[in-house]
């Protein structure tokens, strides 16, 4: 038998490996004889993995500490640990999903990484339409320090909702991996993102609570007729990084069952089309999410 994904004994780190896809690729990479690194902020408790770092991704300090316990040589990445804002700030939303990967790269897999390595990023098919705004992000994807990232998202951070924090955040990461694709491929190392579409996971609930109902969810997951699982999403991240796809690198990978055709087509409207930093957007919406907020509470009172 030969194994064609190649992941036997080497070193990877996964982040968000506690629930939903982070966890899944954990338990495939164990499956296939790698060297697990879990990074969460909640216990993980995926068998055999080679260690469990608790760290607060949203947190500099503690992730500077958590690639002290790491092996000085990585083999693969997968950040896959993700916040919808549903239940956190704009600023923890947008460092936990845009801030962390971005200070890992430049400052940990940059050195730490060789020949041969690989990147998958897990972004979303609500950052899909990065490539429409890049002026938006542009100030973000060329910050090199996590000081730098705070200070042009300062405004942005006090007054958009955390929601928004999301897409930009998304959209900012899909970027951010197109541009450094080509930084790393100097280096023989590869950078792809998954764009999933509606998965269930732990994070099913803020979404659906967001459109309203699980028929909503399903409706966002193309023709499939239902909700994508975590392994439907960690297969597609886990072939990214093996020997497998030696020849894809600057890759947005799309797990949505036609849902983006479905829009290309103009089959579908498109909701994703509109500039995540526009203040007057930033209002509206938050203006109608505190609306929608005290109706809810009203209801429950009556
Ligand atoms: N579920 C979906 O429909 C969907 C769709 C598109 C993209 N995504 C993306 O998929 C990725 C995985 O999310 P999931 O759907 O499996 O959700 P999940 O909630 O099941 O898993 C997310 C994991 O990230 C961890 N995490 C969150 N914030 C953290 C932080 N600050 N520090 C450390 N760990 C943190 C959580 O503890 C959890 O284990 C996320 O990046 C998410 O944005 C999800």
Redesign the pocket.
């Given at each position: 038998m030969k194994d064609y994904f190649g992941y036997k004994d080497k070193v990877c780190v996964v982040?968000?490996a506690?629930?939903?896809?982070?966890e899944a690729v954990a338990k495939m990479l164990v499956d296939l004889g790698a060297k697990v690194y879990a990074i969460?902020?909640?216990e993980c408790k995926v068998d055999w993995i080679t260690e469990f770092i608790k760290?607060?991704?949203?947190n500099k300090e503690e992730i500077d500490e958590a690639f002290k316990k790491i092996p000085e040589h990585i083999d693969a990445f997968f950040g896959?640990?993700?916040?919808s804002g549903a239940k956190t700030d704009y600023r923890t939303t947008f460092d936990?999903?845009y801030t962390a990967n971005m200070y890992i790269t430049l400052n940990y897999l940059n050195n730490r990484m060789s020949k041969g390595g690989a990147i998958v990023y897990?972004t979303?098919?609500?950052g899909l339409e990065w490539k429409k705004f890049k002026r938006e992000q542009n100030k973000v994807v060329h910050s090199k320090t996590w000081e730098e990232v705070q200070n042009v998202t300062r405004k942005l951070a006090s007054s958009a909702p955390a929601t928004f924090a999301y897409m930009y955040s998304k959209r900012c990461l899909s970027q951010f991996a197109c541009e450094q694709a080509v930084e790393f491929a100097k280096k023989g190392i590869r950078i792809n993102n998954v764009l999933?579409?509606?998965?269930d996971?732990?994070?099913?609930q803020e979404?659906q609570d967001m459109v309203g109902s699980e028929e909503g969810l399903i409706a966002q997951a193309g023709l499939a007729g239902r909700l994508a699982t975590?392994e439907e999403m960690a297969m597609p991240m886990v072939f990214l990084n093996s020997d497998m796809a030696s020849f894809i690198s600057g890759l947005d990978m799309v797990v949505d069952y036609t849902d983006t055709c479905l829009k290309e087509l103009k089959l579908k409207k498109n909701l994703e089309a509109v500039p995540a930093t526009n203040p007057i957007i930033c209002a509206l919406a938050k203006k109608m999410l505190n609306k929608s907020a005290k109706n809810a509470l009203n209801s429950g009172n009556e």
């Open positions: 982040t968000g506690s629930s939903g896809m982070g969460d902020m909640n760290c607060n991704l949203a896959v640990a993700g916040l936990c999903n897990c979303s098919t609500a999933p579409g509606s998965t996971t732990g994070m099913k979404f975590s």
